[in-house]
């Protein structure tokens, strides 16, 4: 049981690239979320999903994109890449709203 | 604005005895409060949780305790191990249809041999 993959894990990209970070899952659940970790301010949602084509944003949105056409699959895209965006970001999923998120092991993204 | 609030970035304990980890939050619509545990280039995991409506709610050696009155609470790990050592975070979830997850900062917890 795979749970929360999250691909790649490393990442260097140049200012104004785009790219796409991959989160997929296997339990079914219904909850997908996207957060990012910068040092001394914890998880900070970015994205989130209740179900298959349905979004919305969370506490820093701006910058980043997420589509849910599967149950399985919630990637994040970011339009053109900033240094600001230098971060590790955490996909997570849960099968309701009232249980603990299951989280991926990360993406470590560098803008330069 | 940060709604929860984990006012020590680090804690260091000797093996055997009790770490205590505290967090603060200011909104009074968070209803269920869990606390995460982070090791190094993984994901958080979940650790233990609570509801409003308790006071306490224990896990083996993990113990999280709520005052919400003070919109306090805080996680007690006895006797704490060297694997205990990792960052553990604080969240909360507001009552309602969204219930997104507000994190803390997080605590380093050294446990020393």
């Avoid at chain 2, 929860?4 to 005895?17: H, I």
Wanted: a neutral charge; proline letters at 6%; one cysteine or more.
């Amino acid at each position: 049981n795979a749970g929360v993959t999250q691909t790649p894990k490393f990442q260097v990209l140049k200012t104004g690239q785009s790219m796409t970070l991959q989160c997929a899952q296997d339990m079914n659940h219904e909850y997908m979320s996207w957060y990012r970790q910068d040092p001394g301010m914890g998880l900070r949602l970015i994205h989130y999903s209740v179900g298959a084509g349905i979004t919305d944003q969370g506490e820093v949105p701006n910058g980043y994109n997420v589509s849910r056409s599967t149950t399985e699959d919630f990637p994040l895209r970011l339009l053109s890449a900033a240094p600001s965006q230098t971060s590790v970001y955490f996909c997570a999923s849960r099968l309701t709203g009232n249980q603990p998120q299951h989280f991926g092991d990360g993406t470590r993204l560098s803008i330069l | 604005d940060q709604q929860v609030k984990q006012n020590s970035p680090s804690l260091s304990v000797q093996e055997g005895r009790i770490s205590i980890l505290n967090c603060d939050y200011t909104n009074s619509m968070f209803d269920y409060f869990l606390w995460y545990k982070k090791y190094p280039a993984e994901g958080p995991t979940f650790l233990i949780s609570i509801s409003s409506i308790k006071d306490k709610n224990e896990d083996g050696r993990f113990t999280v305790f709520l005052n919400k009155s003070a919109k306090h609470l805080s996680l007690h790990i006895v006797p704490s191990q060297p694997g205990d050592s990792a960052v553990y975070f604080c969240a909360a979830m507001p009552s309602g249809s969204a219930r997104q997850l507000t994190f803390g900062s997080g605590t380093q917890l050294t446990v020393l041999p």
